[in-house]
T-cell receptor, first 116, second 117 residues
């Protein structure tokens, strides 16, 4: 079936460097994408989202890029900090009326390890 | 704490026993979701409610699983005749729909970890 997956299961970066986490999706009908951060023993935490009518969206220290041509999504974290160490998941969600998603399909996840 | 709360956080049970998990969503949220997560994997969608109506169920939700949200507030997820393959983290999430400005952001709880021996 259709699925969302990640290119790299583990990413190790030095504190202060920029991090890029990649995600590939296979459902060309997907029109909404979200990045979540999950720390050990905790539930996923929303980071940033993007709709399919956009190709870039910026938040605080994070940027999400969407390339619909190759069905690729990336999360860029600027000046990575030790507190950014976690598993990062991309997720796709179809939008229905009212602009709300009714469910999310998650990828496998990438472990980001920040070295001090 | 006004976030999504789940209870119990940890449950150890023997195969064949029944277990029930409870989720209290953020109070004004009208949608409630259940997900299952195994180690190293992303959460898998199980089911979701809009108010008290269960609108979608995944094929993962076998007939041993039942979820309810009787008054449109808290929800329960019951697993009957547990099997070792049911061992996982069961995550609950909630969101607000229909009042404009909804981004699809799901707020997750900390999860209920089930271990079936």
């Amino acid at each position: 079936g259709e699925s969302v997956g990640l290119h790299l299961p583990t990413l190790s970066v030095q504190e202060g460097d920029n991090s890029i986490i990649n995600c590939a999706y296979s459902n060309s009908a997907s029109d909404y994408f979200i990045w979540y951060k999950q720390e050990s023993g905790k539930g996923p935490q929303f980071i940033i989202d993007i709709r399919s009518n956009m190709d870039k969206r910026q938040g605080q220290r994070v940027t999400v890029l969407l390339n619909k041509t190759v069905k690729h999504l990336s999360l860029q974290i600027a000046a990575t900090q030790p507190g950014d160490s976690a598993v990062y998941f991309c997720a796709e969600g179809p939008h229905n009326y009212g602009g709300a998603t009714n469910k999310l399909i998650f990828g496998t996840g990438t472990l980001l390890a920040v070295q001090p | 704490d006004t976030g999504v709360s789940q209870d119990p956080r940890h449950k150890i049970t023997k195969r064949g026993q029944n277990v029930t998990f409870r989720c209290d969503p953020i109070s004004e949220h009208n949608r409630l979701y259940w997900y299952r997560q195994t180690l190293g994997q992303g959460p898998e969608f199980l089911t979701y409610f809009q108010n008290e109506a269960q609108l979608e169920k995944s094929r993962l939700l076998s007939d041993r699983f039942s979820a309810e949200r009787p008054k449109g507030s808290f929800s329960t997820l019951e697993i009957q005749r547990t099997e070792q393959g049911d061992s996982a983290m069961y995550l609950c999430a909630s969101s607000l729909v229909g009042t404009g400005g909804n981004t699809g952001e799901l707020f997750f709880g900390e999860g209920s970890r089930l271990t079936v021996l």
